[in-house]
């Protein structure tokens, strides 16, 4: 039986490995048009805010350890270009030209996702950048060093665009961020996004909010020009960081049913539309634990349990996922930023009656040295009583306090027996009340 796998990321590479060890007679072949596989892509604004770091430290197994010590026929250099599910086959080209095909039992697409770029002129001008893949991190840093890189500016308020101004801002480099869209960051409560919004400015980023980019041109040897409609902006380099999109195109073509925003559509067992074709990853879709209903968050903890849960199925163990609550922590200069379940807005257009409270507490004991402000934004369900969603900002101790309304969300609680939660208290760790705990009784009693 042969196994094949189109893309050597994460959820490729854990379904190859994870297959090589269940099924050890199988034939595994990997096709990845890239040379980097198995990376920490999530690393890589905290690699970039250092000039002296090998981006190579972010990979965590070389190719050549898949294929010497785990017998996998890792290809790359190697582009699928064609799935053909009559003949059971996939064709493709190298990057040296040559025409490559080979015939498959169980087929998996781990194509990931790809940024979006505006279809405008001056996008494809060298020194606009994406960061998505290591090569282009790698891209990143060498025009950083080589064009002595002053001024840049941030199309997007992403969370790649939020970790890359503190980058950007690490080596010394002056950042300007523009966006269509007045609101700074629009899924998050008012009031915890203007603590992140001052957070941002008081390091020194220039915010544009509300400017529709018209074009981007060369002015010089080494120099660029954000036109809006209303503003210009002079850099050396621009980065747009406005959101990804799942690589589905590969499946559409072979006929593969697509779901939410175009992602591969998949049952719980990662099957598509087709019996011998499994995706997993950024390309394909996932229920919500809250609403039950298909929806598309590439996060990278799905990508890798996807990839688990094919092997383990072509091993006949009969895995389904429970789905995603789109979990999601990143770093803002001295702030931590969580997310889970559905924001406010989001439980509106769910049709639920949604309800939020919004808190302001502490990280620590109130008289324990070293407390700061944590802010906490819960949402329920009016109708039902169900936990829905929460949000944290805060310097620290945000991290790891929404992991706990995650699992609630994962069991489906309400709010009131969430609020009724045993949490651990010590005063360097926590008020005894936990914030969200306090959180959720203000919620509870407006409900």
Same mark, same amino acid.
């Given at each position: 039986?042969?196994?094949?796998?189109?893309?050597?990321?994460?959820?490729?590479?854990?379904?190859?490995?994870?297959?090589?060890?269940?099924?050890?007679?199988?034939?595994?072949?990997?096709?990845?048009?890239?040379?980097?596989?198995?990376?920490?892509?999530?690393?890589?604004?905290?690699?970039?805010?250092?000039?002296?770091?090998?981006?190579?430290?972010?990979?965590?197994?070389?190719?050549?350890?898949?294929?010497?010590?785990?017998?996998?026929?890792?290809?790359?250099?190697?582009?699928?270009?064609?799935?053909?599910?009559?003949?059971?086959?996939?064709?493709?080209?190298?990057?040296?030209?040559?025409?490559?095909?080979?015939?498959?039992?169980?087929?998996?697409?781990?194509?990931?996702?790809?940024?979006?770029?505006?279809?405008?002129?001056?996008?494809?001008?060298?020194? %606009?950048?994406?960061?998505?893949? $290591?090569?282009? /991190?790698?891209? #990143? =840093?060498? *025009?950083?060093? !080589?064009?002595?890189?002053?001024?840049?500016?941030?199309?997007?308020?992403?969370?790649?665009?939020?970790?890359?101004?503190?980058?950007?801002?690490?080596?010394?480099?002056?950042?300007?961020?523009?966006?269509?869209?007045?609101?700074?960051?629009?899924?998050?409560?008012?009031?915890?996004?203007?603590?992140?919004?001052?957070?941002? %400015?008081?390091?020194?980023?220039? $915010?544009?909010? /509300?400017?529709? #980019? =018209?074009? *981007?041109?060369? !002015?010089?040897?080494?120099?660029?020009?954000?036109?809006?409609?209303?503003?210009?902006?002079?850099?050396?380099?621009?980065?747009?960081?406005?959101?990804?999109?799942?690589?589905?195109?590969?499946?559409?073509?072979?006929?593969?049913?697509?779901?939410?925003?175009?992602?591969?559509?998949?049952?719980?067992?990662?099957?598509?539309?087709?019996?011998?074709?499994?995706?997993?990853?950024?390309?394909?879709?996932?229920?919500?634990?809250?609403?039950?209903?298909?929806?598309?968050?590439?996060?990278?903890?799905?990508?890798?349990?996807?990839?688990?849960?094919?092997?383990?199925?072509?091993?006949?163990?009969?895995?389904?996922?429970?789905?995603?609550?789109?979990?999601?922590?990143?770093?803002?200069?001295?702030?931590?930023?969580?997310?889970?379940?559905?924001?406010?807005?989001?439980?509106?257009?769910?049709?639920?009656?949604?309800?939020?409270?919004?808190?302001?507490?502490?990280?620590?004991?109130?008289?324990?040295?070293?407390?700061?402000?944590?802010?906490?934004?819960?949402?329920?369900?009016?109708?039902?009583?169900?936990?829905?969603?929460?949000?944290?900002?805060?310097?620290?101790?945000?991290?790891?306090?929404?992991?706990?309304?995650?699992?609630?969300?994962?069991?489906?609680?309400?709010?009131?027996?969430?609020?009724?939660?045993?949490?651990?208290?010590?005063?360097?760790?926590?008020?005894?009340?936990?914030?969200?705990?306090?959180?959720?009784?203000?919620?509870?009693?407006?409900?």
């Amino acid at each position: 039986m042969r196994f094949v796998v189109i893309g050597g990321d994460a959820a490729g590479m854990s379904a190859a490995s994870r297959a090589k060890r269940n099924l050890g007679d199988w034939d595994v072949t990997v096709f990845e048009q890239g040379f980097d596989v198995s990376y920490s892509a999530c690393g890589m604004p905290y690699n970039i805010a250092d000039p002296v770091r090998d981006i190579n430290d972010l990979v965590v197994r070389q190719a050549r350890v898949f294929r010497e010590k785990q017998g996998i026929d890792l290809k790359t250099g190697h582009c699928v270009e064609r799935i053909d599910r009559a003949m059971k086959n996939v064709t493709g080209i190298t990057r040296d030209g040559n025409q490559f095909s080979i015939p498959y039992d169980k087929l998996l697409i781990a194509t990931g996702a790809s940024p979006v770029v505006p279809d405008l002129p001056g996008f494809d001008l060298k020194g %606009v950048m994406t960061l998505k893949s $290591l090569d282009d /991190g790698r891209r #990143i =840093k060498e *025009i950083i060093r !080589t064009r002595k890189v002053k001024k840049t500016v941030i199309i997007g308020m992403g969370y790649i665009a939020l970790e890359m101004c503190e980058a950007f801002r690490a080596v010394g480099i002056d950042v300007s961020v523009v966006k269509p869209r007045r609101g700074f960051i629009p899924w998050m409560a008012p009031t915890l996004s203007k603590v992140v919004q001052d957070e941002v %400015v008081k390091n020194g980023i220039k $915010l544009y909010l /509300g400017h529709e #980019i =018209k074009r *981007i041109e060369e !002015t010089g040897d080494n120099l660029l020009r954000v036109v809006c409609d209303d503003i210009v902006l002079d850099c050396q380099m621009v980065l747009v960081a406005i959101g990804v999109k799942p690589n589905s195109r590969l499946a559409g073509d072979s006929g593969l049913k697509l779901g939410v925003a175009d992602a591969i559509s998949v049952e719980r067992d990662m099957q598509t539309s087709d019996n011998d074709i499994y995706a997993a990853g950024d390309c394909a879709d996932s229920y919500h634990v809250v609403t039950g209903k298909k929806t598309w968050i590439p996060l990278a903890l799905r990508a890798n349990r996807a990839g688990w849960a094919v092997a383990d199925n072509l091993a006949g163990q009969n895995i389904r996922l429970d789905g995603v609550a789109g979990t999601a922590v990143f770093k803002v200069f001295e702030l931590q930023v969580a997310r889970t379940g559905l924001s406010l807005e989001e439980a509106k257009k769910e049709g639920f009656d949604p309800i939020e409270a919004v808190i302001e507490s502490r990280s620590r004991a109130h008289a324990h040295p070293g407390s700061t402000t944590i802010y906490v934004q819960i949402v329920g369900d009016r109708k039902s009583g169900r936990l829905l969603g929460a949000q944290l900002v805060g310097a620290e101790g945000v991290a790891h306090r929404i992991n706990a309304v995650a699992v609630a969300l994962h069991q489906k609680m309400t709010v009131e027996s969430f609020s009724q939660c045993d949490l651990a208290y010590a005063p360097p760790f926590s008020p005894v009340w936990d914030p969200t705990v306090t959180a959720a009784n203000q919620l509870f009693k407006m409900m």
